[in-house]
Each structure stands twice: as structure tokens, then as C-alpha cells.
């Protein structure tokens, strides 16, 4: 995993701070709807043929390439399973999350 | 250069002068040849935009606001169904602070399908956050159009310059087609203070928390209200280069009128024709035309009609369930003020129902016959 961007809450004092547009407001660093989750994405990269399709695939930008192979941020990953259907040697599987 | 144009060109020809640089469009009844005519500019290079055809107007606007946030000088158009099928990207082009100007032809909401005029599509946009021109000239069109990328683009707000179906959409007149250099000198390239850009990548309209949100409204507001100042400056700008000054309403024999009509779009300037018959017979008849709707032009409505003796707001739209929208607009702007103008609301020519000169005398007795008002609509010209 790359190092983590430092995670601090932007607050603006003054609507004369805040930008003309919603933008950039960093909302997402510390809201991580990963905790949405019901089940998750495992990979078992013995099975893994490195094609990226997962990658592309997913739609919350929640799998990254390390070292050639796919590793699920757990962190924005809501567990949609687009990655599991797409993967074509089904070496994701689907697991359920115990809380 | 004068030119005989009809509405929908005068359009793509104000687009052009103002140098568009994104045009994303989708064609519909009556708006189509605005989008003819510039796909050709564009095709003839006499207009170096790039046309993105789209898929549907939801589409049109999505494209314009992106083109927008990248930085480009953005057009398109559309009319009725197409409009309010942009109903949600409207909000989001405002909200999104991307100063996209949009033609749009008013054409009656179906069912009944209709493709003649009235306003109910682009006043049911009241609330969207785009300033709103209606015009009653092909040449006001154009003018309006130059203006508009100037206005939108100083406060970051979109506009919409809106012209009636078929009255002025189909309707061929002398058009004074501005210079391309006087243009680019009133005119400079679009350069907003924040773009999307690869060397300086942002998110542009994520998830905005209550901590936020409030304050981006607020901000929206109040650069709303510098809107009839600047159209006021800009106007004045215009009128210094090419001889022809648009504000924010067209007065017309109002100084020593007893009756005073308001007005929008060719239904205004119907008006004005139907105000030189009714003095000829000895009434003292005047006009105001409305030609920016938001911001309302709350000073110069006020100014102009708490002088009059009677007033007869005339719509071409209606809030079902309450009354024509422009006799809501000019009733909340005078009242609770020091005056007693009694206002009187008139719906007629729905649905492209001709509004004529004789309309507006039947009007003019209608009103001089009661002291006060005795219901919040009269209906013009309904068959019973």
C-alpha cells in the first residue's frame, strides 16, 4: 500500500474561505465507506493472472495494483462483488464481514 | 452587417460572435435549426468549436458543465421536454459555479404535445439557480446572447436566454450582426479563477458535508444579487460599442401611464403596439416589459410601476394552484412598500394561442372598469 495521505478535517471558519465550488473538500479522507460493508472481496492471487480486470472494473476505485497484483482498500470498499463477477479465473470470492 | 435571421439563428449567431468553444446540443422542435446552424459553423470553421453530439439533452447539459469546469467558453440549446428533461444538470451547472449560457425556445409542457409557445418550461427552472433573459427581437437575441457569456461569467453563474416557439423562434427580421472584433474587444476569452486541470487535479462536486454546503449556497445568493448591477454596467458597456442598450426591463410610455401592463418576451412587444392604439383612443396606457426574470428585478419594477395608476400583469404560463408566476414576482415585489397600486392578474395565450393588440385593450377595460381586483386570475380568451 502506498503511504497514506495525512488525515485531517477540513473546516473552513468563514463562508469567505470556502471555494466558489464544492471542491476538493476532502470530504472522503475521513469518510471511509468501507464501513458500509456487508461482505467482502478476497482474492486469492495463486489464482490471479494479473490481467487487471478487477481493477478497471471496480467503481469505487477500491483496488490498487502493488507489485503487479490487485489489493483491496478495505478502507473505501463497499462490497459490491463487481470485482468477484468480473474476475475471469474466479479467484475472488465473496466473504461475509463478521463484526 | 445587417442580416435577415430568423430567432433560432440569431442563436447560433450569438454564439459564434461570443466564441463558443464546446457546443453540446440535442435537436428538438422548434429550437433545431439553432442547432443546424451551428453544427455548420462548426463543420465551416467560421466557429472553432468542438460539437459534441449527444444523446440526449440530460446528456447536452452534462457535457456543457464538464466542457465548463475544463475551462471552455460553453453553449447549447433546447426547448420544453428537452429543458426539463435538464432539470436535475440545471441545479448542478449553477451549484457547480459553470457559467454555461443555454438557448431556450418556450414551448408549451406536454400532454396535450404541443410545440407552440408559452413559459411554463422555463419558469417551472425559476428555482435552478440560472439567470433567466426573456426576448422579444432577433435582435435582442443576439445581443443577449454576447451579453450573457460576459454577465454568467463575471459571477460564475449560468444563463439562459429564452426566446418564444415559433413568434420569434421562426420569425425572419433585420438582425445588425455585430463586428467579430468590437465582440472580442467587449468580449475576452473565458478565464475562470478555478479549472480542471491535469497539472493541478481537484475534485469538483464530491460529497459536501453540513459543515459546507450552507455556506456554498449563501455564496451562490449573494453573487446572484450583484447580477442586476453588472447587467445594468454591462448593458450600458454594450450600448457605448454598438449603439443598442439591454437592462434588466424595457419601459415603454410609462412616465404619465394610468395603466401600465407587464410584459415578457414577443408578448411584450405586442404590448407596445397595443399601448400606441389604446392612447390613441385617450387611454393612458404604458408598458414594462420584464426582460430579466432571475434575479427579479425587484429596484427597477418597483421604480416604474409604484407610479402608475393600475397594473395588469399579463402571463403566458400559470402555477397551478396559484396564480400567473410573473403577477406572484410583482406582487412580492411591491408588497409590504409604501404605495397602493391595485394589481391585476391576466392568463392568456397558452399553448401558442395568439396574443394580440386587441388583447391587451380587452385587458385595458377589464382593468379601468374596477377600482380593485377581484380575483387573482382572469382568464383571456378561454372558450366558455
Redesign the interface.
Known amino acids: 500500500m502506498k503511504p497514506k495521505k495525512k488525515v485531517e478535517k477540513i473546516v473552513f471558519q468563514s463562508e469567505k474561505d470556502v471555494p466558489l465550488m464544492p471542491m476538493s473538500l476532502g470530504s472522503m479522507l475521513y469518510n471511509k465507506t468501507g464501513s458500509w460493508r456487508n461482505i467482502r472481496p478476497e482474492i486469492d492471487l495463486a489464482g490471479c493472472i494479473q490481467c487487471g480486470i478487477c481493477w478497471k472494473f471496480c467503481p469505487d476505485i477500491s483496488i490498487e495494483i502493488e507489485n503487479e497484483f490487485p489489493v483491496v482498500n478495505y478502507d473505501y470498499c463497499k462490497g459490491c462483488g463487481i470485482c468477484a463477477e468480473e474476475c475471469p479465473t474466479k479467484c475472488i470470492a465473496m466473504v461475509e464481514e463478521r463484526k | 452587417m445587417k442580416k435577415v435571421i430568423m430567432g433560432n439563428h440569431a442563436l447560433s449567431w450569438g454564439a459564434q460572435l461570443g466564441r463558443a468553444q464546446v457546443i453540446a446540443a440535442y435537436p428538438i422542435t422548434p429550437q433545431t435549426q439553432v442547432v443546424e446552424l451551428l453544427s455548420e459553423m462548426c463543420a465551416n470553421k467560421t466557429l472553432d468549436a468542438k460539437f459534441i453530439k449527444v444523446e440526449s439533452e440530460h446528456s447536452a447539459m452534462a457535457a456543457c458543465i464538464a466542457a465548463s469546469i475544463a475551462g471552455a467558453r460553453t453553449f447549447t440549446a433546447t426547448s420544453s421536454q428537452g429543458l426539463t428533461l435538464m432539470h436535475e444538470l440545471l441545479h448542478w451547472a449553477s451549484?457547480?459555479?459553470?457559467p454555461v449560457v443555454m438557448g431556450n425556445i418556450n414551448r408549451a409542457m406536454a400532454p396535450g404535445w404541443s410545440i407552440w409557445t408559452d413559459q411554463n418550461d422555463s419558469l417551472s427552472q425559476r428555482d435552478t439557480g440560472w439567470i433567466q433573459f426573456y426576448c422579444s427581437s432577433n435582435q435582442e437575441v443576439v445581443d443577449t446572447v454576447i451579453q450573457a457569456f460576459r454577465v454568467s461569467e463575471a459571477v460564475?453563474i449560468p444563463s439562459m436566454v429564452i426566446l418564444d416557439a415559433f413568434a420569434l423562434s421562426h420569425t425572419y427580421e433585420v438582425v445588425d450582426i455585430p463586428d467579430q472584433e468590437k465582440v472580442d474587444a467587449f468580449l475576452p476569452p473565458f478565464n475562470p479563477?478555478?479549472r480542471l486541470t491535469p497539472t493541478a487535479p481537484?475534485?469538483?462536486?464530491?460529497?459536501?458535508?453540513p459543515?459546507?454546503?450552507f455556506?456554498?449556497r449563501?455564496?451562490l445568493q449573494k453573487d446572484m444579487e450583484k447580477v442586476p448591477d453588472l447587467v445594468e454596467q454591462t448593458g450600458r458597456e454594450y450600448e457605448k460599442m454598438f449603439g443598442r442598450y439591454l437592462g434588466q426591463v424595457e419601459d415603454y410610455r410609462c412616465e404619465d401611464a394610468e395603466l401600465i401592463f407587464v410584459t415578457s418576451g414577443t408578448a411584450g412587444y405586442t404590448a407596445r403596439v397595443g399601448v400606441d392604439q389604446l392612447r390613441q383612443e385617450g387611454v393612458k396606457a404604458g408598458n414594462l416589459r420584464i426582460k430579466m426574470f432571475r434575479p427579479f428585478p425587484f429596484a427597477k419594477v418597483r421604480e416604474i410601476l409604484t407610479k402608475a395608476g393600475k397594473v395588469a400583469v399579463v402571463d403566458r404560463n400559470i402555477s397551478y394552484g396559484h396564480h400567473g408566476v410573473f403577477y406572484q414576482e410583482v406582487k412580492s415585489a411591491l408588497y409590504g412598500r409604501d404605495h397602493n397600486v391595485p394589481l391585476f392578474g391576466y392568463i392568456t395565450g397558452l399553448g401558442g394561442r395568439d396574443i394580440t393588440p386587441e388583447i391587451y385593450k380587452e385587458i385595458a377595460q377589464l382593468t379601468l372598469a374596477k377600482d380593485k381586483p377581484e380575483e387573482d386570475i382572469t382568464w383571456i380568451g378561454v372558450k366558455r
Not at chain 2, 451549484?95 to 459553470?98: A, K, S, T
Request: aromatic content about 14%.
Open positions: 451549484g457547480g459555479r459553470n460564475m479563477p478555478i481537484h475534485a469538483f462536486g464530491g460529497l459536501t458535508s459543515e459546507h454546503y455556506e456554498l449563501y455564496k
